[in-house]
């Protein structure tokens, strides 16, 4: 149970990957599969994943405090994020935390907590907005992947879909699966 748990973490932690890619780990991988259930690994990956936003989203000030010190930084890079900072500001205030929630929780490329919390820091949100988005986001996300899974899980995906070829690559975790479904004569 142990070691599917620190997959889970492992996997939520690695930027463009977290809960699109742990959720999917818990449901199918024969190792979390036989020793966590399934909810328990969904609450889990969603849990973790919504750290990973709030992590990030405080150590942007730091990080942005070191870099500010190198000279070139300052003058050629801070001004560029201040300048975008102005230019996006209306779009912040009309869409706010929803807008970044929505950001967040598509499951697609380039998308997740942490270039939601880069983003959210960048723009200028507050913390006590970016925390809401960020819930809500990562929620949608769970959400999402949650339920592609048990579509995948209950065989409502058909066998030949490359969608399922993606998720379930082993062709024993495939058997498996279906394993109580009705044959067909």
């Known amino acids: ?3 599917a748990l620190f997959f889970m973490a492992v996997l939520t932690f690695l930027p463009g990957l977290e809960l699109r890619a742990s959720i999917p780990f818990a449901f199918f991988a024969p190792v979390a599969r036989e020793s966590v259930p399934q909810w328990l690994g969904v609450l889990i990956c969603f849990g973790i994943n919504v750290l990973v936003g709030i992590l990030v989203f405080e150590l942007m000030q730091p990080v942005m405090w070191l870099l500010r010190k190198w000279d070139w930084f300052e003058r050629k890079i801070w001004p560029v994020f201040l300048g975008k900072q102005a230019k996006l500001h209306p779009y912040v205030e009309k869409y706010g935390e929803w807008g970044l929630a929505l950001f967040i929780g598509v499951p697609l490329p380039g998308t997740g907590a942490y270039t939601g919390a880069v983003g959210a820091y960048l723009l200028g949100l ?8 960020n819930f809500a986001g990562v929620l949608i996300a769970a959400v999402c992947v949650t339920v592609l899974c048990v579509l995948l899980d209950r065989g409502v995906i058909s066998e030949d879909s490359a969608l399922r070829r993606v998720f379930i690559n082993d062709k024993a975790v495939a058997a498996e699966v279906h394993a109580d479904a009705p044959q067909e004569p």
Do not use: E, I
């Not at 507050?126 to 988005?133: I, Q, S, Y």
């Open 1 to 3: 149970m142990w070691m």
């Open 126 to 133: 507050d913390r006590k907005r970016f925390h809401v988005a």
